[in-house]
């Protein structure tokens, strides 16, 4: 029993995602924007927000 208790806890402990802040940073034809977007979540939700930020011309990428 105390294996099976110990095991649903690893296993939750390891499938929740790590969320942090992660920088935006947008260049324009190589220039660095003076702002930058700040983006609370997990490493690949950060990177779908950065890169739905990108336009003709402007590239995006987390920092």
């Given at each position: 029993?105390?294996?099976?208790?110990?095991?649903?806890?690893?296993?939750?402990?390891?499938?929740?995602?790590?969320?942090?802040?992660?920088?935006?940073?947008?260049?324009?034809?190589?220039?660095?924007s003076?702002?930058?977007?700040?983006?609370?979540?997990?490493?690949?939700?950060?990177?779908?927000?950065?890169?739905?930020?990108q336009?003709?011309?402007?590239?995006?990428?987390?920092?």
């Amino acid at each position: 029993m105390k294996k099976a208790i110990l095991s649903l806890i690893v296993v939750a402990a390891l499938s929740t995602s790590c969320k942090k802040d992660y920088n935006c940073v947008c260049t324009l034809n190589g220039t660095t924007s003076s702002t930058s977007t700040t983006v609370n979540g997990t490493k690949s939700s950060a990177q779908a927000s950065c890169n739905a930020l990108q336009t003709s011309g402007v590239t995006c990428a987390i920092q």
